[in-house]
């Protein structure tokens, strides 16, 4: 477990995430980081967007549907 502080920065308030964390996170300077917030009330930071994998799954599901269908050639004429 690593315990980090809440900081005032300005008028906002923050955490500085240590480099260790950052790298678990494959996250750092001016990447994303997603609060998700789970059942119970408690929150998990997260890279992973939960919004780009719904995408990437329909996108999947199109895909799969649609395989048989012939693509077209490079060097149509």
Do not use: C, H, Q
């Not at 920065?9 to 994303?32: A, H, Q, T, Y």
Request: proline share 5%; net charge positive; aromatic share 10%.
């Amino acid at each position: 477990m690593i315990e980090i502080k809440v900081r005032r920065f300005g008028n906002s308030l923050g955490v500085i995430l240590p480099k260790e964390v950052l790298s678990r996170l494959n996250s750092g300077d001016g990447k994303k980081l997603f609060l998700v917030e789970e059942v119970g009330g408690d929150y998990r930071l997260t890279s992973y967007d939960p919004a780009f994998a719904k995408k990437a799954e329909k996108a999947e599901d199109i895909m799969d549907r649609y395989r048989n269908t012939p693509l077209p050639t490079a060097n149509w004429k």
